[in-house]
């Protein structure tokens, strides 16, 4: 579906899109007005890709989220008005995501994730999924994308914790090599500089390959060092999900750090990973949404939804982790199988 390309940018979208079009190209930003979005989850980290990917000039958007507004949302997601309370949020958000760019359609859908068949996702170019901790559920989610072609992520931000995961499944793109030769004039040798268009093949797991590894094998015990906390927290708050349907709550903090450290011995035990792999410290990082941390995974994931879209340079394989437990510092890796 990505490869499709509209036939013309108007002479108005040139002019609004004309700082990126010479960043990245007419074709590229062709490929951009070709591709419909969902994300879904409209919680801070939604509103930032939603933003993100509204500016940049994707055909349409279509923001998907079952939840109504609280005053937690309010403060994390700037799309929702203050006196939308109550209302439901994807819809509350379409207003201000709008007026962002009216060149892109923006559409709201009010039903439960969960509730989707498979076929629904194949609407879509790009599946971002925002506000989600049922692992089974993603993995089916990544599994309807896989299936119809669409190109899947998974994100979430926990307090100063956030992370993402990429599957593009098999993905060409072109990457700029610069190429050096050395000329000989009037008796002196002169480097001269050549940028080449090269183009590349990336393959990517899905899901549930990335999250069940053997960390007794050898690839990967003589990686364990190398490999993000960040990884080991995205399981502890999956299965912390799994065992309560809901994530960790301010309101519920002292009680919910102790059940996380606990989930945390557990995993850590069943993976046959060491307990001092992932700090005690974790437990008291990951409630609410802080903005910040929003912004940074939200820009992330939005350039990523962007390379991958148009086509052009590497992209992330196949996570991303930000927590201040690792310097405040993004990680990529490529993990599982």
Not at 35 to 58: D, H, P, Q, W
Not at 202 to 226: C, H, I
Not at 242 to 256: F, G, I, K, T, V
Request: hydrophobic fraction near 40%; aromatic fraction near 8%; include cysteine.
């Amino acid at each position: 579906m990505l490869d499709s390309l509209t036939p013309v940018i108007t002479e108005d979208e040139a002019a609004l899109y004309d700082r990126q079009i010479r960043l990245w190209g007419l074709d590229s930003q062709k490929r951009l007005r070709a591709s419909s979005v969902l994300v879904c989850g409209l919680c801070g980290l939604g509103a930032e890709i939603t933003k993100n990917l509204v500016l940049a000039g994707v055909k349409s958007i279509t923001l998907m989220d079952h939840t109504d507004v609280t005053n937690l949302d309010v403060v994390a997601n700037f799309l929702a008005p203050h006196d939308s309370i109550g209302k439901n949020i994807a819809e509350a958000s379409k207003e201000r995501a709008q007026n962002l760019n009216p060149m892109v359609q923006v559409l709201s859908d009010t039903e439960d994730l969960a509730t989707k068949p498979g076929s629904f996702f194949g609407e879509f170019d790009v599946v971002v999924v925002a506000r989600c901790s049922d692992k089974d559920l993603l993995i089916k989610i990544n599994d309807y994308c896989r299936s119809s072609g669409a190109v899947f992520y998974a994100a979430g931000v926990h307090g100063m914790f956030g992370y993402m995961f990429v599957d593009l499944n098999q993905h060409n793109y072109v990457e700029e090599q610069k190429e050096f030769t050395e000329v000989v004039v009037n008796g002196e040798k002169q480097k001269t500089e050549e940028t080449k268009m090269v183009k590349r093949n990336e393959s990517f797991l899905q899901l549930s390959a990335a999250l069940d590894v053997d960390w007794t094998s050898p690839k990967y015990s003589s990686r364990l060092k190398r490999i993000s906390a960040g990884y080991f927290i995205m399981h502890v708050l999956l299965e912390f999900h799994a065992l309560h349907h809901r994530l960790p709550a301010p309101s519920m903090r002292e009680a919910d750090r102790c059940e996380l450290l606990t989930i945390k011995r557990s995993l850590l035990a069943k993976m046959e990973v060491p307990e001092d792999k992932l700090d005690d410290a974790f437990a008291e990082l990951v409630f609410g949404q802080v903005s910040p941390v929003c912004a940074i995974v939200g820009g992330e994931v939005a350039a990523e939804v962007i390379k991958a879209v148009t086509k052009k340079d590497p992209p992330h394989n196949n996570f991303f982790f930000f927590s201040t437990l690792e310097d405040g510092a993004g990680i990529v890796q490529c993990i599982g199988a």
